[in-house]
């Protein structure tokens, strides 16, 4: 049965880092997920040293140690990564270093992996992974897709009228997705993953939604019911909510995510998801 490892939001922490390859050489997972914000905070342009050194070094050497027994790496990115490393990681993939899969899918055994890293509008002004949700709302505080920063341009049409609903739509495709495991950065809302501690807080005297994941993504898993999605983003939601995961009708739902120092390490089996675990390293 397939070992699998899933991390996020490890915001360039060294320890975060160092306690991630000295747990994937101990464990020896078949897979190894990791679901975006790889980056140090605020560290959007100029940051191909930190992808292609540190952090795809550590990988190139973990994999010397570990030779055929080093795990395959589903990667994306987060909305605190410039999308400037993709051509990185997408070059690092040619050697088989780690499988970029935004917008793809890959093949693993009897399942199927989709990645997928836009989130909803956000106060924040890096935009290179952020899409209008369902329509073109954005929550009061947040800045819209069309205006804040980039580090890679995209047509205006893009920008104006792009979805992750329709995203969702084209990614999956029509089939059944019973044996599909999804790669997410945002979490779905109404959930125990996408509580922001918003309590109180008023934009215009519009009191903010203590929610803040995808709606399309929420009603995709209701709809699409994969077997496992993974999720980030939301760093204080496990501590607010006391839950790490989450279920929607038969799909198992893990975060990653985490407000403390430590590396919060999710291990799980496809076969099995319900035993999955929460380790803080």
């Not at 002004?125 to 341009?153: C, F, H, N």
Request: proline fraction near 7%; charge should be negative.
């Amino acid at each position: 049965m397939p070992l699998c490892y899933f991390v996020s939001d490890l915001h360039g922490k060294p320890h975060r880092f160092e306690a991630l390859f000295a747990s994937v050489e101990a464990g020896r997972p078949a897979a190894l997920f990791i679901g975006g914000d790889i980056l140090p905070h605020h560290l959007h342009t100029g940051s191909g040293e930190f992808i292609g050194g540190y952090f795809l070094g550590g990988l190139a050497a973990l994999r010397e140690r570990m030779k055929d027994a080093y795990p395959r790496v589903f990667v994306i990115l987060g909305n605190d990564d410039g999308r400037l490393d993709e051509k990185a990681l997408i070059k690092a993939g040619k050697d088989g270093l780690v499988e970029y899969v935004h917008g793809r899918k890959a093949s693993f055994g009897r399942w199927t992996i989709y990645g997928y890293a836009y989130i909803p509008p956000t106060p924040f002004r890096l935009k290179d992974w952020e899409r209008y949700d369902v329509s073109r709302y954005v929550d009061p505080g947040s800045i819209s897709p069309e205006e804040g920063a980039r580090t890679i341009p995209v047509p205006e049409d893009e920008a104006r009228y792009s979805t992750i609903k329709e995203d969702l739509e084209k990614l999956a495709g029509p089939g059944g997705l019973e044996n599909a495991l999804f790669l997410f950065h945002a979490p779905p809302y109404r959930t125990k993953l996408d509580r922001a501690a918003l309590d109180g807080r008023m934009v215009d005297h519009v009191p903010l939604d203590v929610h803040v994941g995808s709606i399309a993504i929420q009603r995709f898993i209701e709809e699409r019911q994969p077997l496992v999605t993974m999720h980030g983003h939301i760093h204080e939601s496990p501590r607010i909510t006391g839950s790490w995961r989450d279920r929607i009708g038969r799909t198992h739902l893990y975060s990653a995510a985490h407000d403390g120092p430590e590396l919060a390490l999710v291990s799980f089996d496809p076969e099995d998801p319900e035993a999955a675990k929460r380790d803080l390293i």
